[in-house]
């Protein structure tokens, strides 16, 4: 059905967003100490430059668009008018941070004495007493992902019309995301690019892991792909105890709200409100949603004052949001083309694949597949595991590549060659490991014989002046200029509109809403 110039153009007319976090640094290589340049305006309000945990930790944002190179040339230049905002300090270009000194000189992200602005601030206080402040500088990248309302229109032309096409857009959408979940050790197989990092990073922490070492403070496992997405990264134990179902939207928002209202003993004991003074917006498992780390999320454009899980309660499933991507530090804006188009045929084929649900078994055998890679994915001969069947990694990406090859000549059509080119990249990463990402990252500091921190400098400068020389026009660079500035008087009127004080303001975030039941357009 989807085969004939119809269904062609309705797959093709995908949109995507990218954020992608980057640590400020200075010419040591240290995490820059300074608030938020202001020329780059109000991290609260600004539509494409804010911060993430840190005030140190950028975060840009993409308008959503259809069309790839607008993606990557926007990202570009929001990365170039940024490096061009401050004065000599870099982008720290992988994923996991660098030279810290005291963890306790980390400087969480102010936002202003709104009362978002404080909760903003208060949620990241939160997260340092709970997960440290180390963890929270960690760098990735998000590739936000919809198709297009005509592909909706077909699909839906095709099924019982049984529910409404609203609900039937969030159910195929939880169906990409099972299927997903099911492969997402693909991405760090081939996108992971944290196999090393700097002994600073382990320092405190305990970890059975058993690291070599490399020059004079490199750490490494030999097969490993993407530390940022094991145990010692971007990932927290407490929450696996939440077992949050992907089986419906309605299940998936029963988890989420159970979580936030889940105390957590061990949160408890932090205390919210000690003498006077919050540490933390409550003792729940999660303070609010943002908290649940997963690998992806279901989401829905949120309107003012709105929770995501309320988003997605009123009006369904909008978009995706994949969240297993580190920085790859071979591309001064964190990802490539080949990356994007791997990730649409990658998406397009877990939407379109029948969907079964997930039990407690299948959900063991996702988080130990995951691992196996995330610790080991590079290693000769590595099985994981298939509908409870062994199976070699490579013979399992070997049969999904021969998948994707089909959506990529479907896409490409006769005039083109973008998504064929891009998998048979790819398709040499499954053949040898070396070709991951992972895999370069190991070689290069082989080569170079250099340490990570060293290595990762020296990327940081080559970027800082490929990004300083981009010729960003007079246009761009006055629509940056104007948006910082009216992102500051936006928040200005932010604080002068409030009329809470920050108690009652947090008592009215979350009062308890009416359960609101997934519902049709
Ligand atoms: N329909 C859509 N399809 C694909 N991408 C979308 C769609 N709508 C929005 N996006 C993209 O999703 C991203 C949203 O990022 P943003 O940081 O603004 O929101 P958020 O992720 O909900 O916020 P936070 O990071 O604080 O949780 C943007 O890159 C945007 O372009
Ligand atoms: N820095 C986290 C993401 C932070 C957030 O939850 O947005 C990462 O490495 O993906
Ligand atoms: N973005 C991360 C760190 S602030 C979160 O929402 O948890």
Sequence with gaps: MLKGAEGRAALKDMRRGIEREALRIDASGHLAMDGHPKTLGSALTHSRITTDYSEALLEFITPVTHSIDELLTGLTETHAFTLNQLKGQQLWPVSMPCYVGDEKDIPIAQ?????????????????????????????????????SDELWDLLYAQSDKSVSRCDFISERYFGLIRNYRRLVWVLPYLFGASPALCHSFIKEQQTELDFEKMGRGTLYLPWATSLRMSDLGYTNKEQERLSISYNSLADYLKGIRAAIKMPSDNFANIGVKVDGEYRQLNANVLQIENEFYAPIRAKRVTRSGEKPSEALARAGVEYIEVRALDVNPFSAIGIEASQVRFLDLFLLHCLLSPSATTDSTGEQEIAANLKAVVLEGRKPGLMLSQNGEPVAREQWMLALFAELQQLATLLDGKDDDQYQLALAKWHQAVIDPNETLSGQVMKTLADKGLDHGAWVMALAKEYQQQLLNYPLSAAAQASFEAEAQASIESQLQMEAADRLNFDDFLVQYFADEPAKEAVSQ
């Excluded at 404080?118 to 998000?142: D, F």
């Design 111 to 147: 936002y202003g004495s709104s009362n978002s602005g404080r909760m903003k601030t208060l949620y990241r206080k939160g997260l340092t007493y709970r997960y440290g402040a180390l963890m929270q500088i960690i760098s990735g990248v998000h590739f936000n992902f919809s198709v």
